[in-house]
């Protein structure tokens, strides 16, 4: 099976290290995409590398170049991928294979399966760590930094994805997309895990799963500099 390793973009705080991306500033001696990759392979993917690569180790299956945005970067690697692949973004070095292997089989079938983890098991690993989370009936879960695609059924719901992106700044037009109602449970802490899966299906045209993952590694990113000490 294949994984997709996004790792292009640009941050501005990344130039201190030398580089443009954040996956190649080091973390423990290493670009940190590199502790990506070693998990991915660990688990028995063949990782397709999008982003600027200076001959990282383990080295990427296939290596294709930025192009800009991450929907672009997703489609140009999807042309080079087969059935399901694991999406990864080059910012989590501090994935492991046991919880790469976990979300292969724990995984159930659907087009897109979107891993969430606990709160409270990122706050026990990671102490101090801010991440954004959001309060479901089932409890208080943030998003995993890994995705599982059925390649033919997301190409499906790619226009809608590329309008979800497209609004992510305009938080009144994306309210409507995804339905006030939905919103208010949210708000309330109502809102059930299966709920989110039936409108996000609803909304791509293609079933969506969550899966909850006991591995904080799989939720906790580095967005800043700061991050880098954890």
Known sequence: MEAIVLAGGHEPWAEKYGVRSKALVPFRGRPMVEWVLEALVGAGLEPI???ENPGLTPAPKRTLED???????LEAALAHAEGRVLVA?????????EAVRFVLEKAPEAALVYPI???ER????????RRTYARLREGVYTGGNLLLLDKALFFQALPLARRVVALRKNPLALARLVGWDIL??????????????ARAGRILGVE???????YPEVGVDVDREEDLVS
């Open 184 to 197: 208010l449970k949210l708000l309330l802490g109502r809102l059930s895990l299966s709920e989110v899966e």
């Open 208 to 214: 969506a799963r969550a899966l909850p993952v006991p």
């Open 117 to 119: 983890v606990p709160r």
């Open 89 to 97: 973004t080059g910012d989590i070095p501090h994935l492991t294979p």
């Open 67 to 73: 192009r800009g945005s991450l929907l672009d970067n």
């Open 49 to 51: 590398y999008v982003g």
């Open 122 to 129: 990122v706050e026990a690993r990671f102490p101090g760590n």
